[in-house]
């Protein structure tokens, strides 16, 4: 399942994600995927999360959406 979200925090090749369609829920830690720069990577961007077998314990950020 993949979803649009909004990045709340930043760690090391880490982002929590807040879901705003979702009552603003917000993901456990997931890994960021090396081909995304963590240069210009910060909270409050747009980011396409991809979770497997439907499980929102895990999961990676696949995409920076702007």
Known sequence: MNRKGIVSTIGTNTARVQFPELEDSVSYELPIAKHISMVDF???????????????KSGIIMARMG
């Open 42 to 56: 910060h909270v409050g961007e747009e980011v396409l999360v991809c979770f497997y077998n439907n499980n929102f």
